[in-house]
C-alpha cells in the first residue's frame, strides 16, 4: 500500500536480472520500496512493499524491429510515472539506464522538488554500431548532461562501463556496482552425481540472438583431434527465431549426436544444471553483462568468455576461468582442450572461482548499494 508521508525509494521500472536484489534492498533498507512492473509475472517472489503496476508505451517504433535486421533500442515512456512517483513519495528513484524518455519523466518529477535525489543503474559501456542508435544515444547523453545536477550518481556493472562514463560525462559521478549473485541459489550442493574424468560437458546458457555467437563454440569444437572427442554441448535458451539457425548448423556440421537443447530451466533448479557440466562458456560479441557467468561460478565451474562480455568483472584470468580475444575460435579451443586434459585445473579454476563470487552475494553488494545512497 502506498504511504504518502514516508519517504520512499522507487525503482524505474523492474529488472529481471536484479529480483533478489530489490527483495534484499527492501529488506534492509529503513525507507519503503516500490518497484514499478510492466507485467504481472514480475511481482511473483517479489517481497517489496509494493510492486507497482505501469504500462510502457513505445508509441508504435516497437514495429520498427519487425523490418530490420539489427534490433534497434526503441526508447520506452512510461504511463502515469509523475503519479505513481507522487503517490509513492518518490525521494530516491533508481532509473534502469538513460536513454529512455522514463529517464526525462524523472527529471521532470524532480523539478521542483530539490529534496529528490535520481540515480542511474547503465549497462552501457560502448556506443552502438548502428549508426541510427548512436544518434538516439548521444540526443539522450546530451539531455542527460543538460540535466546533470538532478543526477546523484551513475552506478554500471563493469569496469568497461566506468571507462565509457568517465570519456563521455566526466561531470557526473560514477560508481562500479557489480550485479550481485544470490549464492543461496546458485551455490555448489552435494551431488551424487559423480563427474566423468573423460568426458568433457560444456554448457551455454544464453538467447539464440546473432551476437552471442553461438557457431564460435560449436567452430571451436570442431577443431577438437580424434583423442579429444568425447565432449557434450549443451545449449539453453528460449525456443526464439534464432534456435533454428543454430540448429542447422549443428546438424550442417555433424554435430548432432553431441549437442542438447534445453528450455530455460526455473532459476530454483538452475545450479543442478550448472553443477551437472564442466565448464560453462559464454563467447558473445558483446554482452553488456552476463549474469550466468557469476551464477556458473557459485555453482563451482570454471568459466571460459570472450573479452567484450562485462561479467569478465567477475572472472580472473586464469585463477577463476579464461577470458580469450572475442571471435578467436582457435584461442577458445585451446582453452576448451586445456580443461578436457587437465581435471585437477578445472576444478581448482572452479575452486577458486567459487570463493571469490562470495564478495558479490546479495548482503554486501547491497549494503554496498545503501551506504552509496545515503
Sequence with gaps: MFNETKPGMVFVPYKKHVHDFFNKVAEMSDQPVFVLCPNVSDTENLFVDEAVPVKLSWFGLKL???????????PVYLRDLSRILKKTNAKKIIVFDFYHWYTLQCFFYSFLRSDVKIYIYSETKRWPSNLVAKLVMKFFLLLLKINSKRVSKIFVYTNEGASWWRGNAPELKIEVLP??????????????????????????????????HHDDLIDACLLFKEEYQDYLITFVGKPEDGINDVKKLVE?????????FLKPIQ????????????????PSHGEAIGMVVPEAMACGLPTITSDTVGANIYVQHSITGFIFKTGNVDELHSYLKLLYADRELMQSLGNYGFKHIQKCDLIPTTQTFLAMTN
Excluded at 64 to 74: A, D, E, G, T
Excluded at 180 to 187: A, D, G, M, P, Q
Excluded at 254 to 259: A, N, P, Q, S, Y
Excluded at 267 to 282: P, R
Design 252 to 260: 550442417d556440421k555433424g554435430l548432432g549426436e553431441k549437442v542438447t
Design 64 to 74: 520498427i524491429n519487425k523490418f530490420v535486421k539489427y534490433q534497434m533500442h526503441v
Design 267 to 282: 532459476k530454483e533448479i538452475l545450479s543442478e544444471l550448472y553443477q551437472a557440466h564442466d565448464v560453462l562458456v559464454l
Design 179 to 212: 550485479a550481485s549473485i544470490n549464492t543461496l541459489n546458485f551455490c555448489k550442493r552435494n551431488s551424487s552425481r559423480k563427474k566423468s574424468q573423460t568426458q568433457l560437458k560444456i554448457l551455454m546458457n544464453a538467447r539464440y540472438s546473432p551476437y552471442k
